[in-house]
């Protein structure tokens, strides 16, 4: 397996209950090395571009006010077949679906409070990455 890169977001109800630690150490326990990190508050301009694939379904407004009602922590991190591991660990969209030891199942309030995002391919990983992170923010 080849050392990859995903991109990954504490979201707003991991943070407002501090959990951001809690769920770092979750990555890195799966074998994930936070190689950039930094906690911002996205803007309505900002969450309505980056998840602009979703804007014709019908979460969209809520999906933008959700991620933008408190701080997030925007991460890259490495590690062999990147993408998939932050998947495992992450657990199922819907917590009451999630594996025992994954994230969402751990933290997750409900389906759109679930604590993370990541993401979902290669390609995904390096346009999201890109988003919020310049080449020299990234450092490992």
């Known amino acids: 397996m080849a050392v990859t890169r ?3 977001i504490i979201k707003p109800d991991a943070t407002r209950r501090n959990l951001t630690g809690a769920v770092t150490k979750m990555l890195e326990e799966a074998g994930l090395r936070v190689v950039a990190s930094k906690r911002i508050q996205m803007s309505e301009d900002q969450a309505k571009k980056f998840y ?3 804007a014709e379904r019908p979460f969209y407004g809520e999906l933008v006010a959700f991620m933008t009602s408190g701080p ?6 490495e590690g062999e077949d990147a993408v998939k591991r932050n998947r495992d660990v992450m657990g199922a969209t819907n917590p009451a679906d999630a594996e025992e ?14 604590s ?3 993401s979902d391919s290669d390609e995904n990983a ?9 080449d020299d923010e990234i450092v490992g």
Request: aromatic share 14%; glycine share 6%.
């Open 6 to 8: 995903t991109f990954s």
């Open 52 to 54: 602009e694939v979703h």
């Open 72 to 77: 997030v922590v925007v991460q890259v991190l």
């Open 101 to 114: 030891g994954t994230i969402r199942k751990a933290f997750a309030e409900s389906i759109e409070a679930n």
């Open 116 to 118: 993370v995002h990541g």
């Open 126 to 134: 390096a346009t999201e990455i890109a988003f919020f992170f310049s």
